[in-house]
């Protein structure tokens, strides 16, 4: 099985940078992905590390460190539409070539004026 | 337009009245799956498939049953629903799940089921 947390709530002022951490220990290790969530609506695919290091993407960042079991996202000049959740998911392989998905429970974002 | 459509979008129902909610996806993708997101408990992973005819389960699949008979649908169908069943249901497909690229999931726009 797959353990993965996450904060469970930050709040972060607008035009600020913050950064919500993801640990994970599972065996099969083979990605992570980071996914927003706005309330009600469904998630929407943010980045993906498969690789130890950091990935850009515009105001994006995500990071990580297989080795350590450890992943972040950064989000850089916070704006008000930013307050979602954060979900993190880690893929890995299950054996007979399956591969199986699972999700932290997400950290809720607020950003506050 | 590339999307993942789920059907009905709200039900309420009373137990153990037979359901299907439907899932259909339009990009030609291999990997479909059901999740249900529970307050405090984030996204649970019910039933996935790698192709057709190739489903398992996931963390939660006691109460429901899927099929993958054609590549663009994967019904999710719950036999006997239970009150602690009602929940928020997601499908989502990717191209595939194997290593080798991002790969990321694309969601419906979710089913929210209330068992009478």
């Known amino acids: 099985g797959q353990n993965i947390d996450q904060p469970t709530e930050m709040t972060a002022t607008e035009g600020a940078i913050v950064q919500i951490n993801c640990t994970y220990q599972?065996?099969?290790?083979?990605?992570l992905f980071w996914y927003q969530q706005h309330a009600g609506e469904a998630p929407t695919f943010l980045s993906y590390?498969?690789?130890?290091g950091l990935e850009e993407k515009g105001r994006f960042s995500s990071f990580l460190s297989r080795s350590k079991g450890y992943s972040y996202l950064l989000l850089k000049e916070l704006q008000m539409k930013d307050s979602a959740s954060y979900l993190c998911?880690?893929?890995?392989?299950?054996?007979?070539?399956?591969?199986?998905?699972?999700f932290g429970k997400g950290t809720k974002l607020s950003v506050i004026p | 337009e590339a999307q993942v459509t789920q059907n009905p979008r709200y039900l309420i129902t009373v137990t153990g009245k037979k359901l299907t909610v439907t899932c259909s996806q339009n990009?030609?993708?291999?990997?479909m799956s059901w999740y249900r997101q529970d307050p405090g408990l984030g996204l649970r992973q019910i039933y996935y498939?790698?192709?057709?005819?190739?489903?398992d389960k996931g963390d939660v699949p006691e109460g429901y049953k899927v099929s993958r008979k054609e590549k663009r649908n994967f019904p999710l169908i719950l036999e006997s629903p239970s009150p602690n069943q009602t929940s928020l249901y997601f499908c989502?497909?990717?191209?595939?799940?194997?290593?080798?690229?991002?790969?990321?999931?694309?969601f419906g726009p979710g089913t929210r089921l209330t068992v009478l």
């Open positions: 599972t065996s099969g290790f083979n990605g």
């Open positions: 998911a880690v893929r890995a392989y299950s054996g007979a070539g399956s591969y199986q998905l699972t």
């Open positions: 989502a497909s990717s191209l595939s799940l194997l290593a080798g690229g991002g790969n990321e999931q694309f």
């Open positions: 990009m030609n993708h291999e990997y």
């Open positions: 498939s790698m192709n057709v005819e190739v489903t």
């Open positions: 590390n498969v690789l130890d």
